[in-house]
């Protein structure tokens, strides 16, 4: 079974440009979350999808929105960049059916705002 | 809530030597717990996990057990290698109960063994 696949795997932006990056889950999986990864904050949580609704949300600004998609891939998006911004996002899938919460993490993708 | 502190590296060791990496949470109730790895320029890979209280987490050598008496979450491994160089990181659900998803996670610890 393929794993959770990002796309693109490194962005380079401007300051004050937008930014939209794309998570596909493992098949079947249909809760999606993002993460922020970088090496001040490490690992913070933005938000999490189910069923094209979103059912958390992280502490972050309202630059940073998501969706998903029917067939349960899923976007983020980042406007108005600042440098800050910069960051390794990772996407993570789960089952909904065991009993756990363990999730799965793409490669991710690295932003850069320039 | 539910929160998790770890301990910081870098934590170098010689390869064969014993390994602990501690983990400590507060959690409402007993949810899962979790002990992921990240190799360089890769996302995260979960290592292991414990569902339950005395529940024994294992693999690839490495172990982990759910002590809810003092709320922890210590990795080991009797033997290290070279290739277990990585950054290992503890994590929990953001809230316990189910519902909504997310983890959240310790700061991560670099751990470095030498030849």
């Known amino acids: 079974k393929a794993g959770v696949t990002q796309t693109p795997r490194y962005l380079i932006k401007t300051r004050g440009q937008q930014v939209t990056l794309s998570c596909s889950p493992i098949s079947g999986h249909r809760s999606v979350s993002w993460y922020q990864q970088t090496p001040g904050q490490g690992l913070q949580f933005l938000f999490e999808y189910f069923s094209e609704t979103q059912r958390n949300k992280g502490n972050f600004p309202g630059r940073f929105s998501g969706r998903q998609f029917s067939n349960s891939r899923s976007e983020m998006n980042v406007s108005t960049l600042e440098l800050g911004d910069s960051a390794l996002y990772l996407c993570?899938?789960?089952?909904?059916?065991?009993?756990?919460?363990?999730?799965?993490f793409g490669p991710g993708t690295r932003l850069t705002v320039t | 809530g539910n929160s998790v502190t770890q301990m910081e590296g870098p934590v170098t060791l010689s390869e064969e030597a014993f390994l602990t990496i501690n983990c400590t949470y507060t959690?409402?109730?007993?949810?899962?717990l979790f002990w992921y790895v990240q190799y360089p320029g890769e996302g995260l890979q979960l290592l292991l996990k414990?569902?339950?209280?005395?529940d024994k987490g294992s693999n690839k050598g490495f172990e982990a057990t759910y002590r809810k008496e003092t709320t922890s979450f210590h990795l080991e491994k009797g033997s290290v290698q070279v290739s277990d160089s990585a950054v290992y990181f503890c994590?929990?659900?953001?809230?316990?109960?189910?519902?909504?998803?997310?983890?959240?996670f310790g700061k991560g610890t670099h751990l470095i063994i030498q030849p």
């Open positions: 959690a409402t109730g007993y949810p899962s």
């Open positions: 994590a929990l659900p953001l809230y316990s109960g189910g519902g909504a998803d997310g983890l959240t």
């Open positions: 993570a899938s789960r089952s909904t059916s065991g009993p756990t919460y363990e999730q799965y």
């Open positions: 414990a569902t339950k209280a005395d």
